[in-house]
Each structure stands twice: as C-alpha cells, then as structure tokens.
C-alpha cells in the first residue's frame, strides 16, 4: 500500500496571493455598482419638478334682478388656472383643456317659495348637465347643492341657471359654484 500523496505544507492549502489585475477588476467592479446606484437617484433629483398647482375657479352670486332665462351673474376667482379655464363675462367658464373636472354648486333661498326649487348646470348649447331640485317649503330657508366629476372638452362653455326670482336667494358666498381640474 503507498502513502497518499500530500501537499507541500500537509493538507492545508496555500493561501491565494491577488495579483494587481485582481485588485483592479474587483475596485472596477465595486465603482460600476457605485455608479449605477447613484446616477438614477442623482437623475431624479435633479429632473424632479414640483407638482402643478390644482387649477381652481369659485364664483360667489352677484346681487343682481335677472330674468329667469338668463345664466345667474358670478363674482369669479380663478386660481392656477392658465391654460386650463378662463371666465368670459361674469356668467361663463370656458374650458380650454380637455380633461376630467370636479364642479360643484350651492344655492341658499332665503324665504318659502310657490315654485319648486331648482337649480340647472348648462353647456352650451343648451345642454343640461345637471340638476338639483329643492323643496320650496319649509322652514323659510333652503340649500340645494351638487358636485360630482365631468369630463369636459377644449372650448366647453359652462353656465349656471335657476328656475326662481334671484331675491329670494343669499347672495356672496352663500351661494357659489365652481370646479377643480383634476
């Protein structure tokens, strides 16, 4: 039987000596990852821009004595809105980008009424949007409000219509209507 041959030193391997090249390929390697990792995120900061301000219009009712078929008259504030709504005269919003909306409305009557108490969003021509209707009786006042999302188009032309004589109405911000681009 022969003896099993050993290595140099018994049977404990040599430690591996790295070569220069090693050290380089392994630093390389290590910088790459490094790059990697930090050029996205520096990327990001860089590009990132501040989210848009929320485009909004409010309109407060108008003391004013319209007929019932006019569009009611609104004291408007529009906030962040370039590019996404403008005002035409005191009655209308006009879309000027497409997109979904957020419209709401509010009409607070102040005495009892023999006509029932409604109020009606339109666009142009003519088309209803939507309607609230409210008792006309009761304890002397009344409020009547909506507001729901709609998707308009560019050149959409909004307005708001009552069914009842405005001096019957709070004016100012008791009664408002108004949207949010969402």
């Known amino acids: 039987m022969e003896a099993p041959n050993l290595l140099e030193n018994g049977n404990i391997p040599q430690q591996r000596k790295f070569t220069c090249c090693q050290v380089a390929f392994y630093t390389l390697i290590f910088v790459l990852i490094m790059i990697s990792a930090l050029v996205p995120v520096g990327f ?8 848009p301000e929320l485009c909004w219009a409010h309109g407060s009712l108008k003391n004013s004595t ?3 078929t006019s569009p009611m008259s609104w004291e408007w504030n529009l906030k962040h809105c370039n ?7 005191d009655k209308y919003l006009v ?3 497409r997109g979904n909306y957020f419209i709401y409305a509010q009409v607070n009557r102040i005495k009892n009424m023999t006509e029932v108490f409604t109020l009606m969003l ?8 939507n ?5 006309n009786e009761g304890d002397g006042r009344g409020t009547i409000n909506f507001g729901r999302p709609f998707f308009l188009q560019k050149g959409d032309k909004l307005y708001c219509k ?5 001096n019957s109405v709070l004016a100012g911000d008791q009664s408002h209507w108004g ?3 969402m």
């Open 179 to 181: 949207l949010y681009k």
């Open 122 to 129: 339109y666009k142009e021509p003519e088309i209803l949007l």
């Open 95 to 97: 879309i000027e980008q």
């Open 44 to 51: 990001c900061l860089l590009r990132h821009k501040q989210a």
């Open 162 to 166: 009552v069914n009842f004589n405005l």
């Open 83 to 89: 590019g996404f709504v403008q005002k035409d005269h």
């Open 66 to 68: 319209q007929d019932l």
């Open 131 to 135: 309607k609230v209707v409210g008792p």
